[in-house]
């Protein structure tokens, strides 16, 4: 069965302009909804919206551009043409930000659902349904109730019809998940738009799996993703600055610069996360296996390489051998360390490139070396016992 959905954007805002435009997370709420029901897999979208504004009919062009099938509908009877009188139509109500995992749920419900929230206080906004429940402003309804509507509204509010129809049509009435960083917000004001921005952010840490990450550069991770998730840049341009300081670091250590190419692995140790939750914030996952995160192992351990090259010149072939054992022990170790007991402080990219730092700048550098040497080694042993155990 087709599944399609109805996104409305009229409601204003405290400052004039749409609820839709408010930002969230650094983009427009409206492209938040959009971006949700097309991973979800709706199309066609329709957006309910009287005038669009310039603003709106740019971001509209560009979501279209990237192959989201969206049109826009200035009333009713323009939105009821736009679907199938058999399909599913998932309804998002103007400014509300759906919990993403709820969204997915419905899109596969096939049948009619309503999402409700519990007639709390912290839910005064949301639309009443009865004495115990509010909507959620997420539901699925079907094109011929849309139709239906459509037909009888007059002067009466679509989304908000819609929804007395569809309960009065028996449409099951589900709850809707609650709790620390979930349930479906209501946009009206920007310090709402500021609060989800601030919960959004918080949601889209992942895993952090070695104690660098997660004890010394979180507040680095959190300062960038919040500042270039509001800008134009996009996360894969990120990773990539990743992939090319690390590739810098290479013909550094050849050359003899030793602090420059260690500097220049030090600002790419978070940009691999901040790529991750700018794309999650953005709806747009970058898988583990995509390319621009598999090269990130293999470039720096050619800087080791090249590292071990450098003191070559100055401590002969011991150097060399120990920047390759380095390696290799790190190879080994890497599909050994995820899940292992004390997983966190075993040898990886980021402890390694912090480690190296205070004997770069006191140019202890094969000293460093040695000592990177015996923490893969060491992590490597570790690792094999405690899965051996």
Known sequence: MALGALVTAIDDSEDGGLCALLPVA????????????????????????????AGLTGLLDRLRGEGLNIVTAEDAAEVAARFEADALVIQVADGIVPDLAQLQALAEAGTPQIITVPDEDAHERFERIDLTRRWAGLSLVEGRDIGGTAAMLGEWDLSSTLLRRSVQAGAELVAGEQGEGRGPLLVETPADAADYSRRML????????????????????????????????????????????????????????????????????????????????????????????????????????????????????????????????AEVLRPLRKGARFETWLFARRPAILVLLPFGLFGQWLLGLLVLTAYAGGSLILAQRLRAA
Do not use: C, H, N
């Not at 650094?26 to 504004?53: H, K, M, N, Y």
């Not at 992942?206 to 919040?226: K, Q, S």
């Open 26 to 53: 650094g983009r427009p709420l409206v492209e938040l909804q959009l971006r949700a029901v097309g991973a979800a897999g709706a199309s066609p979208i329709v957006v309910l919206v009287d005038e669009p504004p």
């Open 202 to 329: 918080a949601a889209s840490k992942g895993e952090r799996r070695d104690w660098v990450a997660r004890y010394v550069t979180p507040w680095l991770e959190d300062f960038l993703t919040e500042k270039l998730s509001a800008s134009g840049i996009r996360p894969v341009w990120i990773a990539l600055a990743g992939l090319m300081l690390g590739a810098l670091a290479i013909p550094a250590f050849l050359l003899g610069y030793g602090l420059v190419a260690v500097a220049a692995l030090l600002l790419s140790m978070p940009l691999d996360l901040v790529a991750r939750r700018i794309a999650s914030l953005r709806l747009r996952a970058l898988g583990p296996k995509d390319w621009r995160f598999a090269l990130r192992w293999p470039l720096v351990g050619t800087a080791f390489l090249a590292f071990g090259w450098w003191l070559f010149a100055s401590a002969g072939w011991g150097a060399m051998m120990a920047a390759l054992s380095l390696v290799v022990f």
